[in-house]
């Protein structure tokens, strides 16, 4: 296996230790196209190698696929991280910093608009926390312009929101 190949795998499999998250296959090649000079295509046929290899596992997460790293791909990461350049794994910390406020929402903050009955739409909100589903609220709405200002909101106010049903849903009896 050539250095560069190598390298690149290294990176992969950095990248998804470093995280903390479970990212979907999309937010994942995201981050590595955006941190790293190499194509899709090579990106693909890389994380493709690495399941089959054992080191990079897919799951299903919120009806999306993930790409995890597996313990053997820990392990592995941990014999040879040192061959990762310093500076590529710089560019990697400094990226999920910067971003990791917007993946985290990605990644636990969910949402679907659909046509309801009579020219509804139903509007689905949901918030998770790792695999679990802790709210799912479903309401039709009059308009899609509601629809998608409800969704808007969900995106910014969701922790507020689910704290406030919860709190409201949890008062004892008057």
């Not at 985290?104 to 679990?132: M, W, Y």
Request: glycine share 4%.
């Amino acid at each position: 296996m050539d250095n560069a190949l190598a390298e690149n795998k290294l990176l992969i499999l950095y990248t998804l230790n470093q995280s903390k998250l479970i990212l979907t296959k999309t937010q994942f090649s995201n981050i590595i196209l955006e941190c790293m000079y190499i194509n899709y295509f090579e990106l693909q046929q890389y994380i493709e190698e690495l399941i089959k290899t054992g080191l990079v596992l897919l799951d299903v997460v919120h009806d999306k696929e993930a790409v995890v790293i597996s313990d053997q791909g820990k392990s592995v990461l941990g014999m040879f991280q040192d061959r990762i350049p310093d500076r590529k794994k710089k560019v990697i910390d400094t990226y999920l910093t910067e971003n990791i406020n917007h993946l985290i929402r990605e990644t636990t903050i969910t949402h679907e608009i659909s046509e309801g009955p009579h020219g509804t739409f139903q509007v689905i909100l949901s918030a998770f926390e790792n695999k679990d589903e802790l709210i799912r609220i479903s309401m039709n709405v009059p308009t899609k312009e509601t629809a998608e200002k409800s969704v808007q909101t969900w995106k910014k106010e969701s922790t507020k929101i689910y704290e406030l049903l919860y709190k409201e849903l949890s008062k004892k009896g008057q």
